[in-house]
């Protein structure tokens, strides 16, 4: 095995990071480095995911939690042959292994190898010239060089039209995401079919990392919605209510109170008169 794993840098506010941290009353620092101490530990005793006779409390051990396996399961994370004592990482051959460390080293290489290539872009070929003849129509020839070159592209990448789900695809997924709903799948599919299923410039390579932050991102905008405080437009934000209790306005003057008042006026005009 390598030195080394894959972390998604999603994971700091992944739902389920969360979950564990407040099911378990630790920080959400200290789940995240349980989880890199156990994967890093799986990866060196396992290519597939699967450890034999490995206990649930030695799953805590390693992982230096209380009740970590027991949250690993709870979120989908892994999952206990009790016949035959197998603690199995679900979808661990996905992101760790030789073969998955192999195609993120790979795809590493290739996004190295396209911003090269952008930084130099070649003459005539990269940027084929389109002619347009007298009857308004562009030469066949040309029509061909750019669909070649959008081929070529494809093939650089290692994607193609078949690599982009389909919108039953990713509601099936979704089922596995916590908090994830089919308004988000459906949302999540419209959204990267209008764009290409390109994001920063990028054709996006592992579709179902992406729709998990996308998820991340949708319930952390519902939450902060939530709980931030609704504004009073009639109300000064800076004014409490005990502020507007104070400046109501006096009850109204009696008629008794309003002829002392008048006497008051007159002596004061007489002693300016004087």
Known sequence: MSNWIKIRTSLVD??????????????????????????????KHTEDGTVRNLSRSRVDKVGTIDGLSAELIRIGWAEVDESTQEFILINFAEHNGNSAKKRAVDAKRKANSRAATNKKPSKSESCPKIVTHESGQKSELDKNRIDKNREDKNKESGSSSSDQPSFDQVLNFSKSVTGATPEMAEDYHNSRVAVGWIMRDRLIQNWKADFSHYVSRWLRNEHNRAHSPQKDSKTSPRQSSKQIERYTAPPPLTDEQIAKNLEAIKEIRGDMKK
């Open 14 to 43: 992944d739902p389920r990071v969360m979950s564990m941290a407040d099911s378990l009353k630790v920080s959400d620092v200290e789940i995240i480095g349980a989880l890199v101490t156990f994967w890093a530990w799986a990866d």
